[in-house]
């Protein structure tokens, strides 16, 4: 067995698990192998070799000795045992948004469903309502998400999974000698949220490429060879994703790269301007048009992308604006955004400590922060009715604002630390904290994690009052969205957007890849109204400072530039602004 068939039993026993309503360590137990196992980036079965199963995080005895089972015999008497009680094909049903383990068990128990087709059909028939605590609206709920699966259901990664891979691939493959410049391509060089395969580039002379192409195939986390060429090999990972290496002439790189970078709608685009201007344009150069001003002319070849939008008259079109979404007519008309960058970002006002749901101390949150390049801080811990993240009760909250006081004190006069919340809206629309509580934070977020499937109208009304509460500073990742099976409140942007300008209440892009919310459609609407933003991490690790950049990105496939972005203010404009200067 491979690593991420491993990985995959050790979730589904775990989800079987919580179906048949076993302890939540044990349950978390195997999560936790499971996401051991996907971060390896080793073959698992040489580590079996080496005897060092035991040195995975999170394996124990326990569980080393079912992984040992799994790869020395290709089955788990274990998990075999378990199907026997709770059927396999239940795990299909925790798909559906709103189905919860308790749920899916008693859908299994009371009416006997034990896949996906047959709860379709059960609330088509309108069976589901007669459950205890269903009813018709719910029975709604659910076909509408059994409708968004089955919209949603191709397999793709996230952002954040692919773009770590392809730089720890590229990393190896710049090693080998002869090459000259790595990129990643496609979807993922222009930032897109899910990612299909993986594309990579490199260019090298062609006496380089079989090196190049036989370190790729052998790299560690290759799971299987799918095709090996000269100039072109395609792999599975460990993982699942598949990675296409293209080794391109140096000379060429320039149309090559911008060819792969795509989308397709831009590049059709680019090849109409060229033909206007008799050229003909592929990926390997320009070529004079028979009749054109350049005909007899040697081919036009680009060693960077630079050069092939000068060609056509254009300024270089970043990335994650290649969408043909207006980029070439702002671009011939002077009118591309300056957009942001990461090195603008000088805080994040979002993040959470052990006071609620986080891994680290005030202190240590802030100490990172401050290694990461920024200026200041709010720690913003859950409020009190998320009970799962460890919610701050009021008296809590005036424990931990000490606290702060003291970390802020410590950091000393370059950095700050401010004290904030986020603040739980209620599903009946209400604050978790009294208004004469929010107003005594240096900084208030306000954010919806419950009853996510309301119907528009009603979870609209339900975040405009806190849009309008004078104490709330920011609204956090407005709609709920956890990628890619959850796609979170079905809200009347047009109507928060509205609310948030005339209250210049700040929206969030929350920069954790599985979120990236407010997406970026959202963002370029923001954008055109002069909505302020503000990207933020969420970190409850550290670690999770790093993916600030996927915020940014999305702020940037969103048209956002600095001025938008209050995450660049210094810190006096910051506090001004709390203060309604």
């Known amino acids: 067995m491979k690593n991420r068939e491993v990985a995959t039993l050790f979730r589904n026993i775990a989800d079987l698990l919580s179906i048949r309503g076993d302890q939540f360590h044990r349950i978390m137990a195997y999560r936790r192998a499971a996401d051991s196992i996907d971060d390896l980036g080793r073959d698992l079965n040489q580590i079996y070799a080496e005897d060092g199963l035991l040195e995975i995080p999170g394996i124990g005895k326990t569980l080393a000795n079912k992984i040992e089972e799994m790869l020395t015999t290709g089955t788990l008497s274990f998990y075999e045992n378990l199907t026997e009680t709770v059927p396999p094909s239940l795990l299909e049903l925790l798909r559906v948004d709103g189905l919860g383990p308790k749920r899916v068990k008693q859908v299994y128990e009371e009416l006997g469903i034990t896949n996906l087709a047959e709860l379709t059909e059960a609330a088509q028939a309108g069976r589901l309502r007669a459950l205890s605590g269903m009813g018709e609206k719910s029975e709604a709920k659910i076909l509408a998400a059994i409708e968004a699966l089955t919209r949603h259901g191709d397999e793709r990664a996230l952002l954040g999974e692919a773009w770590p891979l392809a730089q720890s691939i590229l990393a190896e493959l710049a090693k080998v000698n002869g090459v000259e410049k790595t990129a990643v391509a496609g979807s993922l060089r222009r930032m897109r949220e899910t990612i299909g395969d993986i594309d990579l580039l490199v260019a090298a002379q062609a006496e380089a490429a079989p090196a190049i192409m036989e370190t790729f195939v052998n790299l560690p986390q290759v799971e299987s060879i799918s095709g090996q060429g000269s100039t072109k090999s395609s792999v599975v990972l ?152 460890n919610g701050l009760s009021e008296e809590r909250l005036w424990q931990q604002s000490l606290a702060i006081r003291e970390a802020d004190e410590a950091m000393g006069p370059d950095f700050r630390v401010l004290h904030g919340a986020e603040v739980e809206i209620k599903a009946d629309g209400s604050l978790d904290y009294e208004d004469y509580v929010l107003e005594a934070l240096d900084f208030v977020i ?24 004078p104490h709330v500073d920011m609204i956090a990742h407005p709609t709920g969205r956890l990628l890619p099976d959850r796609p979170g409140a079905d809200l009347d942007m047009d109507r928060i957007f509205a609310a948030a300008a005339d209250t210049r209440t700040i929206l969030e892009i929350n920069a954790n890849p599985r979120r990236l919310d407010l997406r970026d459609s959202h963002v370029r609407r923001a954008v055109e109204l002069g909505l302020l933003l503000s990207i933020n991490t969420d970190a409850h690790h550290a670690r999770q400072f790093d993916l600030r950049h996927y915020g940014v990105a999305t702020a940037q496939r969103g048209w956002a530039t600095t001025d938008l972005i209050v995450n660049t ?8 602004f709390l203060q309604g200067s």
């Open 238 to 389: 460990l993982s699942g994703m598949q990675v296409d290496l293209r080794v391109l002439p140096p000379e060429r790189w320039g149309t090559l790269l911008s060819y792969f970078t795509g989308s397709k709608d831009h590049n059709v685009r680019l090849r109409e301007l060229a033909l206007k201007q008799g050229l003909s344009l592929n990926e390997h150069a320009f070529t004079p048009v028979a009749g054109g001003p350049y005909e007899g002319e040697d081919e036009m070849i680009c060693a960077d992308e630079t050069a092939v939008y000068a060609t056509l008259n254009l300024p270089y079109i970043p990335p994650p604006l290649r969408e043909d979404r207006g980029e070439i007519e702002a671009a011939q008309s002077g009118r591309l955004p300056d957009l942001i960058q990461p090195e603008q970002i000088i805080s994040d006002l979002h993040m959470h400590t052990t006071w609620s749901d986080g891994k680290m101390s005030i202190l240590e949150m802030a100490r990172a922060a401050q290694a990461n390049g920024l200026q200041y801080i709010v720690i913003t811990d859950h409020s009190e009715s998320l009970g799962i993240a």
């Open 446 to 469: 306000a954010a919806l994690h419950v009853s996510l499937s309301q119907p528009r109208e009603q979870i609209t009304e339900r975040l405009l009052p806190a849009i309008a509460n």
């Open 569 to 576: 203010w210094p810190l006096e404009k910051f506090l001004a």
